[in-house]
């Protein structure tokens, strides 16, 4: 499980990336030298719903919506447990037909390109399936781990420390 969250946050991490770089590149192209990079607008938003899909599978695992807690911290641990099987089961209720419809949408495609380049925009639907389908996924891990009471897996994995590679409990 820790190697699918680990791809999982670096192929989020890589295609936030992608699409900083995209944006820098181009405005330093067209500053300087008034020039543009071919399908740079194409090529960030479809970057970037990649990116929001693969993100949204990280924030469903995690539990780590933007949330208001006004009734989960008033309740008590089994209560608490109890309100995070249901707003999972509610979220898997909205990610599982997501999923399947940018399936569809992938299936639909057909030979749609970017605006300069021609570059099949399939391809990018088909990163961002996977994104949402994984999201589906960790979703159902999610609602198995807390009927387990097992809530120690569902916490980020610690970042390792850069200066001594150890791993920080914190």
């Known amino acids: 499980m820790k190697k699918l969250l680990s791809a999982t946050e670096t ?18 192209l067209r500053d300087l030298f008034s020039m543009s990079i071919p399908d740079w607008y194409d090529g960030s938003r479809l970057l970037q719903g990649i990116a929001l899909f693969w ?16 009734v989960w911290e008033h309740l008590k641990d089994n209560g608490r447990r109890a309100l995070d099987v249901i707003a999972t089961v509610v979220t898997l209720a909205f990610l599982a037909p997501l999923a399947w419809m940018v399936w569809v949408k992938v299936g639909n495609t057909g030979t749609q390109g970017t605006m300069d380049l021609r570059l099949p925009m399939v391809w990018f639907y088909a990163v961002a399936a996977v994104g949402m389908t994984v999201a589906a996924l960790l979703c159902v891990v999610r609602i ?25 409990g914190s």
């Open 55 to 70: 993100g949204v599978a990280l924030a469903t695992y995690y539990g780590s919506h933007i949330c208001v807690d006004i």
């Open 144 to 168: 198995v781990r807390l009927l387990q009471r097992d809530e120690a897996s569902l916490r980020p994995v610690p970042i390792a420390n850069a200066e001594s590679g150890d791993f920080d």
């Open 11 to 28: 192929v989020a991490a890589f295609f936030l990336l992608a699409i900083a770089l995209l944006a820098a590149g181009n405005v330093l």
